[in-house]
């Protein structure tokens, strides 16, 4: 019996922390859709002088785009994102299924609190460091636009016209040069 305790208690940690980090990284993809739709929140953040910041503090923005080519940084910010964002998400569901279907183990009823656990888990807020995760893609996003349109404007709105999800971003940062 207190093997049984032992064990549940240490699902329902790595539960509530796969769960949670699962839902995080939801949310954060979820946030950073909303703040690439939202003309109002953009005009806000995406100011001249905070895309400078970024701009020279960014390898994939400043200096040797010349070689590389802005469609090419855009790329692989994007795909560098994604994977690490796929990567640990795939790790977190996979230790929330193995917490989850480990405990049929102890019983059909800790199969059931655990994976009800797991969707409780989704209250998890997603706190700073998501939202500055979030924000640190757009702002480096809109930096590598923002120097398309210094450097090259008529193939960066050529560009921008087939990949839609961006063309808010560099109307903003176009005017904003």
């Known amino acids: 019996m207190v093997v049984k305790i032992v064990v549940e208690v240490l699902l329902v940690c790595v539960i509530l922390i796969s769960g949670s980090t699962w839902w995080v990284l939801k949310k ?5 859709d909303t703040m690439i739709e939202d003309k109002g929140y953009l ?3 995406l100011t001249p002088e905070l895309l400078e910041q970024v701009a020279a503090g960014h390898p994939l923005v400043g200096g040797a785009v010349g070689e590389i080519g802005h469609e090419v940084n855009l790329r692989v910010v994007e795909a560098s ?4 964002q796929m990567r640990l998400r795939q790790i977190s569901l996979a230790f929330s299924l193995l917490a989850v279907f480990g405990s049929f183990w102890l019983g059909v009823w800790f199969m059931v609190a655990n994976t009800l656990l797991f969707f409780l888990s989704a209250a998890t807020p997603l706190g700073k460091s998501g939202t500055k995760n979030a924000l640190d893609h757009l702002l480096t ?4 636009l923002r120097e398309w349109s210094k450097q090259d404007d ?3 709105s050529k560009w921008v016209s087939e990949e839609k999800r961006y063309q808010m971003i560099y109307s903003i940062v176009r005017r904003r040069k």
Not at 28 to 32: A, E, G, I
Not at 81 to 84: E, F, S, T, Y
Not at 141 to 144: C, D, G, L
């Open 43 to 45: 005009e806000r953040v």
């Open 154 to 156: 008529a193939e960066g």
């Open 81 to 84: 994102d994604r994977k690490a």
């Open 141 to 144: 996003i809109a930096a590598i």
């Open 28 to 32: 954060r993809d979820k946030l950073l």
